[in-house]
Nanobody, 117 residues
Framework: QVQLVESGGGLVQPGGSLRLSCAASGIISSIWNMAWYREAPGKQRELVAELTAGGNTNLAASVKGRFTISRDNAKNTVYLQMNSVKPEDTAVYYC???????????WGQGTQVTVSS
C-alpha cells in the first residue's frame, strides 16, 4: 500500500526559506513521477513542481528561480526547497506520486505553509 507522509510546513516570514519533505512507502521511487501541488483558500489545486522518473523537472512559472524540487531515491523521499517565499505562496502543499507504469496517482495528507510577517 502506498503511503505519503509530508513534513516541514509551518509559518515563515516573507523572504524566508522552508523545506518540505515527502517520504513515500510502498513504491520504488525511481519509476514514479513525484510532484508537489498546492491549494490556496478559494483557489484550485495547482502544480508547483514535478520531477519525473527520468529526471526532468517542471516548475510553475510563479516559483521558478525560488523553488527547487529534488529526490532521494534511496530514501524514497521528494523535497521542495522554498526560498524567497512570498505571502502568495501561502497554501496547503500536497505531495503526489504517479506510477509511470500504471499511471495511478497517490496523494499525501497535505502540509500547511503560511507566509506572513
Amino acid at each position: 500500500q502506498v503511503q505519503l507522509v509530508e513534513s516541514g510546513g509551518g509559518l515563515v516570514q516573507p523572504g524566508g526559506s522552508l523545506r518540505l519533505s515527502c517520504a513515500a512507502s510502498g513504491i520504488i521511487s525511481s519509476i514514479w513521477n513525484m510532484a508537489w501541488y498546492r491549494e490556496a483558500p478559494g483557489k484550485q489545486r495547482e502544480l508547483v513542481a514535478e520531477l519525473t522518473a527520468g529526471g526532468n523537472t517542471n516548475l510553475a512559472a510563479s516559483v521558478k528561480g525560488r523553488f527547487t524540487i529534488s529526490r532521494d531515491n534511496a530514501k524514497n523521499t521528494v523535497y521542495l526547497q522554498m526560498n524567497s517565499v512570498k505571502p502568495e505562496d501561502t497554501a496547503v502543499y500536497y505531495c503526489s506520486v504517479k506510477s509511470v507504469v500504471t499511471a495511478r496517482a497517490y496523494w499525501g495528507q497535505g502540509t500547511q505553509v503560511t507566509v506572513s510577517s
